[in-house]
């Protein structure tokens, strides 16, 4: 069974009568983003940490070359250089994409739980008993 994307899965939420604020949801998927982001800096710590140096030394170069070679820009070269890399070593080792990571986790928890700073709305009966 595939799971939701998280528009679908608001279409649900709305369905059911559960809006949230765009606000919230907003917030909420910048949380998931941020939590994505450590488990990646983690995930690639790791890599860098107990793969043999030929390996890395090789990956990096190649990925260098094709960047120096794409990106002529001296603007922020340095920081694109970086994350270019990272991207490099994210694909030669197979890490998920946020989508790919996002649909591992389970989105049904938007379901079952509030983003944060969402409080419990009181439902307000629609029709009121008739005074007899």
């Not at 559960?18 to 890599?47: C, F, M, N, V």
Request: contains cysteine; aromatic residues 8%; hydrophobic residues 35%.
């Amino acid at each position: 069974m595939n799971r939701p994307d998280l528009v679908s899965m608001r279409r649900l939420v709305a369905g059911l009568g559960l809006q949230y604020p765009s606000r919230a949801l907003a917030d909420y998927d910048q949380a998931q983003r941020r939590k994505y982001e450590d488990h990646r800096k983690e995930r690639l710590a790791e890599i860098r940490a107990t793969t043999l140096p030929n390996t890395l030394t090789a990956v990096e170069q190649a990925d260098v070359a094709q960047f120096d070679q794409d990106n002529t820009n001296p603007f922020g070269r340095d920081l694109m250089r970086r994350i270019a890399i990272d991207n490099a070593l994210a694909a030669h080792f197979n890490l998920p994409s946020f989508e790919e990571w996002r649909a591992t986790r389970g989105e049904t928890q938007l379901l079952k739980t509030r983003p944060p700073g969402v409080a419990a709305r009181r439902c307000v009966p629609l029709c009121f008993p008739y005074p007899q």
